[in-house]
C-alpha cells in the first residue's frame, strides 16, 4: 500500500514567522499532490494542489514544493498567523485513489 | 465552501444496531466518497462512488455499506455497529472529468458506538 507521512507530528511557530510543514510519500508513481487544512470540528479543506510536472506553485501566503527525486512535498506558509492554527496533511495520487498523511498540528504562538 | 452536508453532525448508538449516515451534495460532481479518520491514521477509504449505482470498495471495507440512487446522495450504512466503527466519518466529492482534482469534504459525523 501507499506511505504518506511527515516528518514532525507538532510544530509551533511565533505569529508573523514563516512556517514550513514536510511530507514525505512512498509511490514514485504519484502523479498529483494535495495539502489540506484541517481546523477542530471541521472536515478537510482544500489548501493548495500541485502536480508532478510542477516543481513549485505558489498561492496566497502559501507555496508547495514537490522534490520528486527524493519524493519529498513541503508546504510552507508565510507570515504565519493565528489563524492557521490547525492540523495539516497531505494527500497523494496515482489514479483514482487519494491517500492521506496523518497530519502536522501546527501551532501559532501569539 | 463546496455545498456538502452530513447528517447526522453526532450521533450515539448501541452495539448491534444499525446506522446510517447521509451526505447531500449540490456540486452535482460525478465522484463521492465515504472515509473514516481515526488517530494515528490518516484518512481511510471505506467506499466510493463513480455515478449513480455505481459504487466500489476502499481498503476499510468491511462492515460497511453504500448506495447512491441519486447523483446528490450518498449513504453509508452500518448493518450491525461495532465498537471497533466508532470514528469519525467524512464525506468527499470530486470532479475529475479532465484531469486530477482535489476532494472536497464535508464537516463530518462522529460516531459513537456503545
Known amino acids: 500500500g501507499e506511505s504518506v507521512g511527515l516528518h514532525l507530528p507538532t510544530l509551533s511557530v511565533q505569529e508573523g514567522d514563516n512556517s514550513i510543514i514536510n511530507c514525505a510519500y512512498s509511490?514514485?508513481?504519484?502523479?498529483?499532490f494535495i495539502w489540506y487544512k484541517q481546523e477542530s470540528g471541521k472536515g478537510p479543506q482544500f489548501i493548495i494542489d500541485?502536480?508532478?510536472?510542477?516543481d513549485k506553485r505558489q498561492g496566497q501566503r502559501v507555496t508547495v514544493l514537490l522534490n520528486k527525486t527524493v519524493k519529498h512535498l513541503s508546504l510552507q506558509i508565510a507570515a504565519t498567523q493565528p489563524g492557521d492554527s490547525a492540523v495539516y496533511f497531505c494527500a497523494e495520487t496515482a489514479g483514482n485513489q487519494f491517500y492521506f498523511g496523518t497530519g502536522t498540528s501546527l501551532t501559532v504562538i501569539p | 465552501d463546496a455545498g456538502i452536508t452530513q447528517s447526522p453532525r453526532h450521533k450515539v448508538t448501541e452495539t448491534g444496531t444499525p446506522v446510517t449516515l447521509r451526505c447531500h451534495q449540490t456540486e452535482n460532481h460525478r465522484y463521492m466518497y465515504w472515509y473514516r479518520q481515526d488517530p494515528g491514521h490518516g484518512l481511510r477509504l471505506i467506499h466510493y462512488?463513480?455515478?449513480?449505482?455505481?459504487?466500489d470498495k476502499g481498503e476499510v471495507s468491511d462492515g460497511y455499506s453504500v448506495s447512491r440512487s441519486k447523483t446528490e446522495d450518498f449513504l453509508l450504512t452500518l448493518e450491525s455497529a461495532t465498537s471497533s466503527q466508532t470514528s469519525v466519518y467524512f464525506c468527499a466529492i470530486s470532479d475529475r472529468r479532465n484531469s486530477n482534482q482535489p476532494q472536497h469534504f464535508g464537516d463530518g459525523t462522529r460516531l459513537s458506538i456503545l
Open positions: 509511490n514514485s508513481a504519484s502523479d498529483y
Open positions: 462512488s463513480y455515478g449513480v449505482k455505481d459504487t
Open positions: 500541485i502536480r508532478s510536472n510542477m
